[in-house]
């Protein structure tokens, strides 16, 4: 009964009581708290909830959708950002300038040591905004919620997070007052999304059979959902990009086709990642991935790929994730890019949303991603992004019998 619900205060892990949010019942939705001090302690937060007196709607009641997800606007209010935060170059008019300079070149970035400190400066950032959303994901809670946290942890990520920075930076390492100077003497940061071409928010929020690019609305997580957080920060004038898909309540846990696409997805970038050495082919990634989704009875979503980042959000290579792709390059030393599978329990065709930027399966079932920034070394690879021994989420065991093979 109750105590089956999670609190869904600020922060808090408790079963939820019989305690709820009395405006919220005027509006018909439920809202438990353990108590009554949690509910004071989260009312500041909580009751931003209650300004959604416009009607949600969805705004594409012509469109066919694929499955059960569908968006739930109004949108939140534009978030702002410090004018003391520096921007890319998109962030004013949309238009990522200095990207489309490079579009369409093979030419790839091959960063120094300054790029590569300043590449692991900002993913560690990065990795840290990420395990602070993660660790909000459950029932009860909206996307858009998850947008604020991650827009909030980005502008403020100061002088506070430096001893986190000092841990990047390789030997010898610097005192803090040198971190200071180094970095400008802040840590802020920007969420690359917001304005990138357009894009309205700070994070990329997709869940069940939403594939990426899922605008953070009003949609509220249910138990047994999944749902793939994507972060970007802009810090110092470099890009640091990740993301991980969480399981949302026990049931999702518990259901053995949703940890099947989820784990799935989890241990492909994990097989391409060990392939990462200067020498590989950029085309070689996509062929294990494949190699093991299908060994999953799952299959590859073939429009998007993994990319280069540095300077720019998106640039060369591009590193496909499936097999016998046309991918040209090699890996060397000091090249950055990400890899991001993303794997679908039914199809890997997809569509896309009215918004432009929603990319769901084709057929409804459920997609799942990881992504990891990498930087290839002399001997193999560095993962940027990786977990932390106290990251939320994390592999759960993989269904002891597999469906039969799919037709992709």
Not at 20 to 35: I, N
Not at 199 to 205: G, M, R, Y
Not at 238 to 252: F, M, Q
Request: some cysteine; proline content about 8%.
């Amino acid at each position: 009964m109750a105590s089956s619900r999670r609190c869904i205060g600020v922060s808090c892990e408790n079963e939820a009581g019989t305690l709820q949010c009395p405006t919220c019942l005027k509006q018909g939705k439920e809202s438990y708290f353990c108590s009554q001090d949690c509910f004071k302690k989260s009312w500041p937060e909580h009751k931003a909830l209650h300004k959604a007196t416009v009607r949600r709607h969805n705004p594409f009641p012509k469109f066919k959708f694929t499955g059960s997800v569908k968006p739930v606007y109004p949108l939140s209010a534009p978030r702002e950002v410090p004018a003391s935060i520096r921007r890319p170059d998109y962030a004013l008019d949309g238009n990522p300038k200095s990207e489309r300079k490079f579009l369409g070149r093979l030419t790839i970035t091959v960063l120094d040591q300054e790029g590569q400190e300043a590449m692991r400066r900002v993913c560690a950032l990065a990795r840290e905004v990420l395990d602070i959303a993660g660790r909000e994901v459950r029932p009860g809670i909206t996307t858009d919620h998850i947008d604020e946290i991650v827009h909030k942890a980005c502008i403020e990520r100061d002088v506070g997070d430096l001893h986190v920075l000092v841990q990047t930076i390789t030997v010898p390492r610097p005192s803090l007052k040198e971190v200071l100077t180094r970095t400008g003497g802040l840590a802020q940061s920007y969420p690359s999304p917001l304005n990138y071409v357009h894009f309205p928010k700070s994070v990329c929020t997709s869940p069940n059979e939403v594939i990426c690019h899922g605008i953070p609305d009003q949609r509220v997580l249910l138990d047994g959902d999944i749902l793939n957080i994507d972060v970007t920060l802009y810090h110092q004038g470099y890009h640091g990009d990740l993301n991980e898909t969480y399981y949302v309540g026990d049931r999702a846990r518990a259901d053995p086709e949703t940890v099947r696409v989820v784990e799935t997805a989890r241990e492909c970038l994990e097989a391409a990642v060990a392939l990462v050495k200067p020498g590989m082919l950029f085309r070689d990634p996509g062929t294990i991935i494949e190699k093991h989704a299908r060994a999953r009875c799952c299959t590859v979503v073939k429009t998007y790929c993994g990319h280069g980042i540095n300077q720019l959000f998106h640039c060369a290579p591009s590193i496909p994730h499936y097999a016998k792709n046309k991918a040209v390059g090699t890996a060397k030393p000091g090249m950055c890019f990400t890899i991001e599978p993303m794997i679908s329990l039914g199809t890997h065709r997809d569509k896309t949303w009215p918004d432009d930027w929603t990319s769901v399966t084709a057929d409804g079932r459920l997609s799942a991603q990881f992504e990891h920034t990498l930087l290839v070394t002399e001997t193999g690879v560095e993962v940027l992004t990786a977990r932390k021994a106290d990251s939320p989420g994390g592999p759960i065991p993989m269904p002891k019998t597999l469906p039969g093979v799919i037709d992709s």
